[in-house]
């Protein structure tokens, strides 16, 4: 194939050129491939590329697959200029690739033609007309043994009004049932029932109650706009429009430059949108951003709810649970859409219409001055870049956003809404969940969080001169030499030198730096850098020694640092699907290697604790959180300067009429001669 920009997105012709490639090494064979993406190129080769003193590394697939009706998962890394296989990996039968939506539609009905989920329906003599909806869900682990890849069917009921129950937004999470099956993913076989303990104290279900429990009605909980009573009439449109067009330009190897930045706009199926190669004003800023990974523990200790722990992007994907953005609906205003390619389990490419949505929005005032004296004021408004992502993971959706903005700060903004992960409840029992509420007669919402980890791969002015540091605010010592009023307080520097964590401390105002301390700021005589802002957050709660521990190696600690390399890009491990923890990013930073210049990459933890309300119920407002990458050192004045003053005969905003008192009341204060 033609050489291509190594920091190119997935393209069509790549996934059945890789397939393709596949299939020929084992002829006869029927092949499910899991998944097709571009390998992540070599850093120094890719740094000598973008330097001009070097080619572009070799373009390259890796391609996850099994042979059908065979355990064992293979990984091959194959070449794209002559179709060689460059690596090849037999991962054995315990190494499990993410799980599609072929996989999940195939799974509903297989459980639904098995005779003893059918025979657990008959139990419960639900009422006629009822429909059972199955909610597959990865297995998670029992122990730290390895078990045959299944699945965990959660069961629920289809709304039981006849006219919501045919609405396509029709809301079975209002039903939970009292039974799940699990599914052996090789034979694609029901293999168990679980019944569900109903009550608070009930740790493993009390299968002789359970044999004679009778279906408990509780009613639809609609969030579709056409099965509510009644809509807000008040709520009047808002218009936003660029009258000269957009300020941004994208070229066709996906390079997006606006207000003085510039970047590739990379996507993948596993971390959905990938910033690579960020400079602003032609200085470099960052390699690489993304999402690396993200768990979602539940603090529900019963048997089987003890196991639910998702990994939503080494599980599922951004990529491959992306929505098809709407004009009008999921972006609002001058829209640049991008859609992006992944395969199917043929091998055949894929297209994710409308994957990314690209758009300018105001970010209120970005700064201003009035002086009193002379009564100007100056003032200018905040301008951002939004590229936006949506993933639908089973019940849950996450609004994923990389925000550039004139005041040369990037942020990271991740919104959480969908529906609550339900579980039954007996409307005849204890009702006091410790670890959960009820939000419905028969319906509970279990406490759980969102642990989010960023992989930031700096680049501070230099590919191979950056240092990490942190910084802590401190009271100086009183004494009457250094301060005689006990009022000093100042900045004290540390910086990482080796692998390994670091926690936040708000007591001590502690942030994480990226610096390159060659390059010297000609203001403060301090290296030119970018910290982490990002709040401390708590930490997973699941003991030490647990296996929701074991398996999330990010999840302990606000920050984790290695050393760089393409082959450690995901904290819980490559494949997480009951993985059971040891080759992710705590077991990484045990190595205590040293940190070189430029080879340090710093992985950032922050999290939701969710502790549902019933405000949350049926479907939940947006969760909003906020990661920002700011500017410390880098420029010797405020980077917005040149920003133009904010105008009404640029804005044209429209005032609305005052009251006729309120008129009243101005006319008579400027008649009483008052300025």
């Not at 730096?513 to 708590?538: E, F």
Request: with cysteine; hydrophobic share 35%; aromatic share 10%.
């Amino acid at each position: 194939m033609a050489i291509r920009n190594p920091f190119l997105s997935l393209q069509p012709d790549e996934v059945q050129y890789t397939s393709d490639a596949v299939r020929a090494k084992h002829p006869g064979k029927s092949i499910i491939f899991r998944t097709i993406g571009i390998k992540e190129p070599s850093k120094s080769e890719s740094v000598a590329f973008l330097q001009q003193q070097g080619e572009a590394p070799a373009r390259r697939t890796y391609v996850c697959y099994q042979i059908k009706g065979e355990p064992t998962v293979f990984e091959e890394i194959v070449d794209l200029t002559n179709g060689n296989t460059f690596q090849s990996r037999n991962l054995g039968g315990t190494c499990y690739p993410p799980a599609t939506n072929v996989d999940m539609h195939r799974l509903e009905s297989i459980v639904m033609n098995d005779s003893r989920v059918q025979a657990e329906i008959a139990r419960l003599k639900l009422p006629e007309g009822a429909v059972v909806q199955p909610e597959p869900w990865p297995y998670g682990v029992d122990s730290s043994t390895p078990e045959r890849r299944q699945y965990q069917v959660w069961m629920f009921l289809k709304s039981l009004d006849p006219k919501a129950q045919e609405h396509p937004s029709s809301n079975h999470f209002a039903h939970p049932l009292d039974f799940s099956a699990v599914v052996d993913d090789l034979t694609m076989q029901v293999v168990r029932i679980d019944r569900l303990p109903m009550n608070p104290n009930e740790l493993v279900c009390d299968e002789k109650t359970a044999a004679e429990r009778p279906w408990q009605p509780n009613p639809d909980a609609e969030y579709a706009s056409e099965l509510q009573p009644k809509l807000r009439d008040d709520l009047k449109p808002i218009h936003i429009t660029q009258p000269e067009g957009v300020s941004f330009k994208v070229s066709d190897d996906e390079v997006v430059e606006w207000q003085k930045w510039r970047f590739h706009l990379d996507f993948n199926w596993r971390e959905g949108v990938v910033i690579r190669n960020v400079t602003y004003d032609g200085r470099p800023v960052f390699y690489r951003l993304s999402l690396a990974e993200m768990t979602v523990p539940y603090g529900d200790p019963r048997d089987p709810y003890h196991r639910k722990s998702a990994y939503d992007l080494g599980e599922g994907g951004v990529g491959a649970t992306s929505n098809n953005l709407q004009l009008g609906c999921d972006c609002l205003g001058a829209i640049r859409y991008f859609d992006r390619w992944t395969n199917d389990h043929e091998g055949k490419p894929v297209m994710l219409e409308n994957a990314i949505c690209m758009h300018e929005v105001d970010g209120g005032i970005g700064w201003k001055h009035s002086n009193y004296r002379t009564g100007r004021a100056e003032v200018t408004r905040s301008r951002e870049l939004v590229i936006q992502t949506i993933m639908t993971i089973s019940n849950y959706e996450y609004i994923l956003q990389w925000v550039f903005d004139t005041a040369a700060n990037i942020h990271y903004e991740a919104r959480a809404t969908g529906i609550m992960s339900l579980v039954p409840a007996d409307q005849n029992g204890d009702q006091d969940y410790h670890y959960g509420i009820m939000v419905s007669p028969g319906v509970m919402a279990p406490i759980h969080q969102h642990i989010f980890c960023l992989r930031l791969d700096p680049a501070i002015d230099s590919y191979n001169e950056g240092a990490i540091v942190y910084e802590d605010v401190k009271r100086v010592n009183w004494t009457k030499e250094t301060d005689p009023y006990g009022v000093a307080f100042g900045v004290f520097q540390n910086q990482i030198e080796k692998e390994s964590y670091l926690d936040l401390d708000p007591s001590l105002n502690r942030v994480v730096k990226m610096i390159n301390p060659k390059r010297k700021n000609k203001a403060s005589n301090k290296p030119t850098g970018y910290k982490v802002m990002v709040a401390p957050t708590q930490l997973q709660l699941a003991e030490v020694g647990s296996m929701h521990h074991k398996r999330a190696e990010f999840a302990d600690h606000h920050f984790y640092f290695t050393k760089g390399t393409e082959n450690e890009l995901f904290p819980a491990g490559d494949f997480p699907w009951q993985g059971v923890g040891g080759d992710g990013l705590r077991t990484w930073a045990s190595r205590e290697g040293a940190i070189g210049a430029g080879e340090g990459v710093v992985w950032c933890t922050f999290a939701f604790t969710h502790v549902p309300r019933p405000e949350d119920w049926p479907v939940m407002p947006c969760e909003v959180f906020r990661v920002g990458l700011k500017p410390v050192n880098f420029f010797e004045k405020n980077p917005a300067l040149d920003v133009p003053p904010s105008k009404q005969g640029v804005n044209q905003s429209v005032e609305i009429t005052r009251s006729q008192k309120e008129n009243d009341l101005r006319k008579g204060h400027c008649c009483n001669g008052h300025t």
